[in-house]
């Protein structure tokens, strides 16, 4: 992760189960409470913020909304299109540079399985405050059903517990046409709809991103209003999320 040399400040658990769909209780029974360093989170965000230089423009009100939300403890579900691995890294410096920095250390971010098979990468996305997702199309849909239920149920209780929550709800990196949203299934409805049975209703945060040909640095991110009414049911959220995604995704783009 840039120039960081985590693997001295992050020292790894000997309790941490291994990341596998046929141990995934164990996983989730860890990631529930998993909280990272905070300070060293903040000084990776802060490296990846001057390494990857975001260029960050806001929707009409949006800084200030969001502001106001994080103040006020509103939970809030982060959604950013994905075009390319390096876009968590974005989102990371893109979080350093807004409100958001304030929520550094206590946000969970939605990352594939694979990312913590080998350590050295796991102790990093960890830091960063990772929960894994086993994905159906890794694993087959039946396989992951139970895994998908359990990783909504704990993303819901970290929502409810005053986390963020970062979700790049298309699922797989966009390799087709990146100005368009890839289809948004129901899963971040169902977390956003467990969250408010706790008592947390959360809002949502759309972030767009749109990089250069020439790489990923220095990407055009457009931060959207925050949406604090959300639908009552998954699907409805759903199409909520993939509207607004486009919305800050086209601002992104126009701007890149």
């Not at 050295?120 to 405050?129: A, E, I, N, S």
Request: charged share 25%.
């Amino acid at each position: 992760m840039g120039g960081l040399d985590l693997n001295r400040l992050v020292q790894g658990r000997a309790t941490r189960p291994e990341v596998a769909l046929g141990n995934f209780e164990a996983v989730y029974d860890y990631y529930v409470d998993h909280q990272q360093n905070r300070l060293v989170a903040r000084a990776a965000y802060a490296a990846l913020s001057a390494r990857y230089r975001p260029r960050i423009r806001y929707a009409a009100g949006a800084r200030e909304q969001l502001r106001d939300l994080l103040a006020s403890g509103t939970r809030l579900i982060v959604s950013a299109n994905h075009l390319s691995d390096s876009d968590q890294y974005t989102l990371a410096a893109t979080a350093w540079q807004t409100p958001l920095r304030r929520a550094i250390g206590r946000t969970r971010v939605l990352a594939k399985d694979e990312l913590f098979a080998e350590p050295g990468l796991r102790r990093k996305v960890d830091m960063m405050g990772s929960i894994p997702v086993f994905r159906s199309k890794n694993h087959g849909l039946r396989a992951v059903a139970e895994a998908g239920r359990r990783m909504m149920d704990i993303s819901a209780e970290r929502l409810r517990r005053g986390d963020v929550l970062a979700i790049f709800p298309e699922g797989t990196c966009n390799d087709g046409d990146p100005t368009r949203v890839q289809l948004i299934n129901s899963g971040i409805g169902h977390i956003a709809v467990k969250a408010r049975k706790l008592g947390a209703p959360p809002a949502l945060l759309s972030i767009g991103i749109s990089y250069r040909p020439d790489g990923v640095r220095s990407a055009s991110v457009f931060v959207g209003a925050p949406i604090v009414e959300l639908p009552s049911t998954p699907m409805d959220i759903a199409r909520t999320v993939a509207d607004d995604l486009q919305l800050v995704v086209d601002g992104a783009v126009a701007r890149r």
